[in-house]
């Protein structure tokens, strides 16, 4: 819950599936080779309230990062609906929700296009109509040949202007229409080339510097999606997540490069809030560059710039590195040749010029960190121009910032990633993924791959930043003492689904599903009583996700499994059946080696003495305990038509007496805060049966 009290959820993830197609190539198409499931996330719903961190548990392989990383949008759902802050995913993906804000060079270069677009368009028609309709202004006296090119370049030229034109209010179809016809013009070119080369030389370069300036269009359109500015991944291995070759500016710019930020927001007002000193405001006007919000935080709809101005005295040096060091102040004469000498720490200005009117007064002017201003003066008025930064400076500036935010200096931006310890190198990673202020963070076994040491340091960290950022998270782990460290609350994965979800305090004191218990049971405590506690580990391997159980999928190694009415056997016992039908049903009992052992011939050679024997030794060899008369007697007749070859009877003589109901009904989370997705739990919501979706 976020601190306010309000449940507001800022991720809600519903029915989301994510299978990874196996045999899925052309080849195995083409050989009819039906593609494998592997069912990594099988049906996940829940809830990520905002500000909270909502912690992933669960053995290797459970679906955990695949979770992670589809809910990012890193691997696309199978199916399933994924919404951030109330909106949907795919929608905050899609095309039509793009930045708003285009750059005027984007603008610029859609206009070139849309110009190359009428000349060809223009030049068509004057070849097509010189050709064929006596239509000759300017005299191209156009052959019949050149007349019907004409034609079809009067025509892309048309596509190539309604492509431009969907550029430049960014649909999707106005890309591929722009691409489909740039080509469509070289392929024209170069037929061209037979005809009237020096038309076809024009042609292909403007075809060329079209399909460049396209490009650039393309890179400003298609910036990768707004989603993906609001939420990060923290990687578990810092060394291998971090690209060797470049320094650690560059990996904590690359993001901010990649989603060209800083981005301005048209709608936001720009203003300044003026003080003087000693300058009549009359003479004074301030313009501030509507896209200062790019350098400071805007306050709802407006970004206002505290600005500064005072006289300054003749000879005077100001030097910014010895004021506040959360401003910069910028400094010019009233003459327009100041002396400005920039330093990586700050600026100085020196003031001695006299103005360009005769006074000897000089003009200081102090603005906020991160714009710069520029003083001009005429004999009326004195302007001051804000603006920010350039974009590369800003870009600096925040690298620099998020190194200090994460504790290391950021004088080592030019340092690489190796010259740093495993600690400081996933503080690197926090910082890029923080890099675009994103409110929900993944973080895939943050500390994992960390001395123990340094592990507590990095989880202080991200705690102090959550609080300070307002950040959500989603924490996976399998190491259940940073879990309940983290947490707020805890869902348990096991094979693709959740088995149950609640607030940490309650999962860890009170677990519902055996799995959580058993996991929770595997923990190695530090006290001496608790060392002393039998422990009672999982038994058996995790099923393989291509080809999960029926029913609830930890049956198949469940310590409280549940049996049909009528049987009242030990967990043990009941398990060995269980175990035993498996095998069966896989047709994976060693007949020929307890065969060997009891020197009882196969097939007509055995006589019924020899079989019954070959039953015994079966029997004993997975039940050294013996079982109860009616229990022996079903295992002993299943066993019987195993010697005789019958495996599809035998499995189902065990089925009809041991068939539990965690076998035929999948049991779902229930709503409440804290649920199991158990047959044990009196309020287990049945599943219906599923579909899987297939390959294709
Ligand atoms: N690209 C892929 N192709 C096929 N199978 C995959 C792919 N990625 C993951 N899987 C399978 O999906 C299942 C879930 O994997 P995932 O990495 O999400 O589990 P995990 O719980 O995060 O495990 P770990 O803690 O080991 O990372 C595994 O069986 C894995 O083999």
Same mark, same amino acid.
């Given at each position: 819950?976020?601190?306010?009290?309000?449940?507001?959820?800022?991720?809600?993830?519903?029915?989301?599936?994510?299978?990874?197609?196996?045999?899925?190539?052309?080849?195995?198409?083409?050989?009819?080779?039906?593609?494998?499931?592997?069912?990594?996330?099988?049906?996940?719903?829940?809830?990520?309230?905002?500000?909270?961190?909502?912690?992933?548990?669960?053995?290797?392989?459970?679906?955990?990062?695949?979770?992670?990383?589809?809910?990012?949008?890193?691997?696309?759902?199978?199916?399933?609906?994924?919404?951030?802050?109330?909106?949907?995913?795919?929608?905050?993906?899609?095309?039509?929700?793009?930045?708003?804000?285009?750059?005027?060079?984007?603008?610029?270069?859609?206009?070139?296009?849309?110009?190359?677009?009428?000349?060809?368009?223009?030049?068509?028609?004057?070849?097509?109509?010189?050709?064929?309709?006596?239509?000759?202004?300017?005299?191209?006296?156009?052959?019949?040949?050149?007349?019907?090119?004409?034609?079809?370049?009067?025509?892309?030229?048309?596509?190539?202007?309604?492509?431009?034109?969907?550029?430049?209010?960014?649909?999707?179809?106005?890309?591929?229409?722009?691409?489909?016809?740039?080509?469509?013009?070289?392929?024209?070119?170069? @037929?061209?080339?037979?005809?009237?080369?020096?038309?076809?030389? /024009?042609?292909?370069?403007?075809?060329?510097?079209?399909?460049?300036?396209?490009?650039?269009? @393309?890179?400003?359109?298609?910036?990768?999606?707004?989603?993906?500015?609001?939420?990060?991944?923290?990687?578990?291995?810092?060394?291998?997540?971090?690209?060797?070759?470049?320094?650690?500016?560059?990996?904590?710019?690359?993001?901010?490069?990649?989603? &060209?930020?800083?981005?301005?927001?048209?709608?936001?007002?720009?203003?300044?809030?003026?003080?003087?000193?000693?300058?009549?405001?009359? +003479?004074?006007?301030?313009?501030?560059?509507?896209?200062?919000?790019?350098?400071? +935080?805007?306050?709802?709809?407006?970004?206002?710039?505290?600005?500064?101005?005072?006289?300054?005295?003749?000879?005077?040096?100001?030097?910014?590195?010895?004021? *506040?060091?959360?401003?910069?102040?910028?400094?010019?004469?009233?003459?327009?040749?100041? &002396?400005?000498?920039?330093?990586?720490?700050?600026?100085?200005?020196?003031?001695?010029?006299?103005?360009?009117?005769?006074?000897?007064?000089?003009?200081?002017?102090?603005?906020?960190?991160?714009?710069?201003?520029?003083?001009?003066?005429?004999?009326?008025?004195?302007?001051?121009?804000?603006?920010?930064?350039?974009?590369?400076?800003?870009?600096?500036?925040?690298?620099?910032?998020?190194?200090?935010?994460?504790?290391?200096?950021? *004088?080592?931006?030019?340092?690489?990633?190796?010259?740093?310890?495993?600690?400081?190198?996933?503080?690197?990673?926090?910082?890029?993924?923080?890099?675009?202020?994103?409110?929900? /963070?993944?973080?895939?076994?943050?500390?994992? @791959?960390?001395?123990?040491?340094?592990? @507590?340091? /990095?989880?202080?960290?991200?705690?102090?930043?959550?609080?300070?950022?307002?950040?959500?998270?989603?924490?996976?782990?399998?190491?259940?003492?940073?879990?309940?460290?983290?947490? *707020?609350?805890?869902?348990?994965?096991?094979?693709?689904?959740?088995? +149950?979800?609640?607030?940490?305090? &309650?999962?860890?004191?009170?677990?519902?599903?055996?799995?959580?218990?058993?996991?929770?049971?595997?923990?190695?405590?530090?006290?001496? &009583?608790?060392?002393?506690?039998?422990?009672?580990?999982?038994?058996?391997?995790?099923?393989?996700?291509?080809?999960?159980?029926?029913?609830?999928?930890?049956?198949?190694?469940?310590?409280?499994?549940?049996?049909?009415?009528?049987?009242?056997?030990?967990?043990?016992?009941?398990?060995?059946?269980?175990?035993?039908?498996?095998?069966?049903?896989?047709?994976?009992?060693?007949?020929?080696?307890?065969?060997?052992?009891?020197?009882?011939?196969?097939?007509?050679?055995?006589?019924?003495?020899?079989?019954?024997?070959?039953?015994?030794?079966?029997?004993?060899?997975?039940?050294?305990?013996?079982?109860?008369?009616?229990?022996?007697?079903?295992?002993?007749?299943?066993?019987?038509?195993?010697?005789?070859?019958?495996?599809?009877?035998?499995?189902?003589?065990?089925?009809?007496?041991?068939?539990?109901?965690?076998?035929?009904?999948?049991?779902?989370?229930?709503?409440?805060?804290?649920?199991?997705?158990?047959?044990?739990?009196?309020?287990?919501?049945?599943?219906?049966?599923?579909?899987?979706?297939?390959? *294709?």
């Amino acid at each position: 819950m976020s601190e306010d009290g309000s449940d507001r959820s800022l991720l809600r993830v519903s029915g989301l599936r994510k299978y990874f197609f196996e045999q899925n190539t052309l080849v195995d198409r083409l050989l009819r080779t039906d593609p494998v499931a592997v069912r990594a996330v099988d049906g996940l719903s829940f809830e990520i309230e905002e500000g909270e961190t909502l912690g992933l548990v669960g053995e290797s392989g459970s679906g955990k990062s695949t979770t992670g990383e589809t809910i990012l949008d890193l691997q696309s759902p199978t199916i399933g609906d994924i919404e951030y802050d109330g909106q949907n995913v795919s929608d905050i993906e899609s095309y039509s929700e793009a930045p708003r804000s285009l750059s005027v060079r984007a603008y610029l270069l859609a206009g070139v296009l849309a110009v190359f677009a009428l000349a060809t368009l223009v030049g068509g028609v004057l070849a097509a109509g010189s050709a064929f309709a006596g239509f000759d202004p300017v005299g191209t006296g156009a052959s019949t040949p050149l007349g019907v090119l004409g034609v079809l370049w009067a025509l892309a030229g048309a596509a190539l202007l309604a492509g431009s034109f969907g550029l430049a209010t960014q649909r999707v179809w106005g890309w591929r229409l722009a691409v489909w016809t740039l080509g469509a013009l070289l392929v024209l070119a170069i @037929a061209t080339l037979f005809v009237e080369p020096i038309v076809a030389v /024009v042609g292909v370069v403007a075809s060329v510097l079209g399909v460049l300036s396209l490009f650039k269009i @393309a890179r400003a359109y298609f910036r990768p999606p707004a989603f993906r500015r609001e939420t990060a991944i923290l990687f578990q291995d810092p060394f291998s997540s971090l690209d060797p070759r470049q320094s650690i500016g560059d990996i904590i710019e690359a993001p901010l490069k990649t989603h &060209d930020w800083p981005i301005s927001d048209p709608e936001i007002d720009a203003n300044a809030d003026v003080t003087t000193d000693g300058i009549g405001p009359d +003479e004074l006007s301030v313009h501030v560059d509507a896209n200062v919000d790019k350098a400071l +935080e805007p306050d709802g709809s407006t970004v206002t710039v505290p600005v500064t101005v005072r006289a300054g005295t003749a000879g005077e040096t100001i030097d910014t590195t010895a004021s *506040d060091p959360g401003e910069l102040t910028i400094a010019t004469p009233s003459s327009l040749d100041a &002396d400005v000498i920039t330093q990586e720490t700050g600026v100085s200005v020196d003031v001695s010029g006299t103005g360009s009117t005769g006074s000897d007064r000089a003009i200081v002017v102090e603005t906020p960190e991160l714009v710069t201003a520029t003083v001009n003066r005429d004999s009326e008025t004195i302007t001051v121009s804000i603006e920010p930064e350039s974009d590369a400076v800003l870009r600096k500036h925040r690298v620099q910032f998020l190194l200090r935010r994460v504790g290391l200096s950021p *004088d080592q931006l030019d340092r690489y990633p190796h010259e740093f310890s495993g600690g400081q190198r996933q503080r690197i990673g926090i910082a890029r993924a923080l890099a675009l202020e994103p409110d929900f /963070v993944v973080l895939d076994e943050p500390t994992s @791959a960390l001395d123990v040491s340094v592990q @507590a340091q /990095v989880l202080n960290l991200l705690d102090d930043l959550q609080d300070e950022l307002d950040l959500t998270y989603l924490l996976i782990s399998h190491d259940l003492s940073v879990i309940r460290h983290v947490c *707020d609350r805890v869902a348990v994965m096991y094979l693709g689904e959740i088995v +149950e979800i609640g607030p940490a305090n &309650d999962l860890f004191t009170d677990p519902q599903h055996p799995y959580t218990e058993a996991l929770l049971e595997s923990v190695p405590r530090a006290s001496t &009583d608790e060392r002393n506690r039998t422990r009672e580990t999982i038994s058996g391997d995790v099923p393989s996700p291509r080809n999960p159980p029926s029913g609830c999928r930890f049956r198949t190694r469940c310590p409280k499994v549940i049996q049909p009415d009528d049987v009242e056997l030990e967990q043990s016992a009941y398990r060995a059946i269980m175990d035993l039908r498996q095998r069966i049903e896989d047709r994976e009992l060693p007949i020929a080696r307890v065969r060997e052992t009891v020197d009882v011939p196969a097939g007509d050679e055995s006589t019924a003495a020899d079989r019954a024997e070959l039953v015994d030794a079966l029997y004993e060899r997975y039940f050294a305990n013996d079982l109860p008369d009616r229990d022996r007697s079903t295992v002993r007749s299943a066993l019987e038509h195993v010697v005789d070859d019958d495996w599809a009877t035998a499995a189902d003589t065990l089925r009809e007496r041991y068939e539990s109901v965690c076998e035929t009904v999948n049991p779902g989370l229930a709503t409440e805060r804290h649920a199991a997705a158990c047959h044990l739990r009196t309020d287990v919501r049945k599943e219906p049966a599923e579909t899987i979706p297939s390959g *294709d």
